[in-house]
């Protein structure tokens, strides 16, 4: 089986930071993309951006400037460092991961989420 796990959610104050790690497990041959996504109450789920194993990006226009997403390939773990962060960030965090199998399936799957809170 293959998993994903996030880490690193919390309550913070606007103008404030925090990062984000998803790290895939399992049996994994390797992994196209990684991606992070939110949603808050209410709203439906948005891509806040997407990296390829290979290094290419896609970010939402409301965060650019203020996240980067980066992976480590080797460890299989992708990062979202945001700052200046704004009320309207508050959301439960999601990590996607597209990848295939050792048994050369081709596997999508999503992480329990991790809750981002950004008040004063």
């Known amino acids: 089986q293959v998993q994903v796990v996030e880490s690193g959610g919390g309550l913070v104050q606007p103008g404030g930071s925090l990062r984000l790690s998803c790290a895939a497990s399992?049996?994994?041959?390797?992994?196209?993309?990684l991606g992070w996504y939110r949603q808050a109450p209410g709203k439906q789920r948005e891509l806040v951006a997407r990296?390829?194993?290979?290094?290419?990006?896609n970010y939402v226009d409301s965060v650019k400037g203020r996240f980067t997403i980066s992976r480590d390939n080797v460890k299989n773990t992708v990062y979202l460092q945001m700052n200046s962060l704004k009320a309207e960030d508050t959301a439960v965090y999601y990590c996607?991961?597209?990848?295939?199998?050792?048994?050369?399936?081709?596997?999508?799957?999503w992480g329990q989420g991790t809750q981002v809170t950004v008040s004063s």
């Open positions: 399992g049996s994994i041959f390797s992994i196209t993309s």
């Open positions: 990296i390829s194993s290979g290094g290419s990006t």
């Open positions: 996607n991961a597209d990848l295939m199998s050792i048994s050369r399936t081709r596997v999508n799957i």
